[in-house]
């Protein structure tokens, strides 16, 4: 019997979790209410503070969790794969949800106190694995580095989806994702590495 209890706890709290991010994404941290939360789940209050603690506790829970259920490659391959995972990640913020809610709550953080960077930290860490290998298979220039541009690249992109957000509601974060490379490249690989990547919108639009 507690197998049966226990899958049905994990779906509870999933699907607290989702109904959390889609009400955070359209209204907002300050904007969101348990209530509303908890009316978009179908579930109780009894259930979701048996998994969450407070709004602040499940806000948290949505930008730690934004990359659940993403398909992202489980082996670094370099310079190409991290530009694809890019322009997945642009198309991915047009319908996901909890990707979109999380990237959110992680930006809007002044309005909760949230203080979670570790997020960032974990983003950091995925695009850095992909330039270590760039950097063994002589893709990155002599003075980059790595480390320090994977920071730059987090902060990069998370500025570009929040002006393709005011702009376009994000319809066009593809294409100023392919743009912000277009110019971060030259400071980044030789010529004969930037001739072979391949970067257009169309790499997004499948899992990498």
């Known amino acids: 019997m507690a197998r049966p209890k226990q899958e049905r706890a994990v779906r509870t ?118 330039l270590d290998v760039a950097r063994e298979r002589g893709e990155l220039l002599p003075e980059v580095d790595e480390a320090e541009f994977a920071g730059v690249l987090v902060a990069s992109f998370t500025g570009t989806q929040v002006m393709s957000q005011v702009a376009t509601r994000r319809t066009d974060l593809p294409e100023r994702i392919a743009s912000l490379w277009r110019y971060l490249l030259p400071g980044l690989a030789p010529g004969e590495v930037r001739e072979r990547l391949v970067v257009g919108v169309e790499r997004g639009e499948t899992p990498v």
């Open 13 to 130: 709290k999933q699907l607290i979790l989702h109904a959390a991010a889609e009400v955070f994404d359209e209204c907002g941290y300050a904007g969101t209410s348990i209530t509303r939360i908890l009316e978009r789940a179908g579930s109780t209050q009894g259930a979701m503070y048996f998994h969450f603690k407070s709004k602040e506790d499940l806000a948290r829970a949505v930008i730690v969790n934004q990359a659940e259920g993403l398909k992202l490659p489980k082996d670094p391959a370099g310079l190409q794969q991290l530009v694809d995972i890019t322009l997945h990640l642009a198309h991915e913020l047009q319908r996901n949800v909890l990707l979109r809610a999380g990237v959110r709550l992680a930006v809007e953080q002044e309005e909760s106190g949230l203080n979670e960077y570790s997020v960032y930290e974990w983003w950091i860490g995925q695009f850095r694995r992909e």
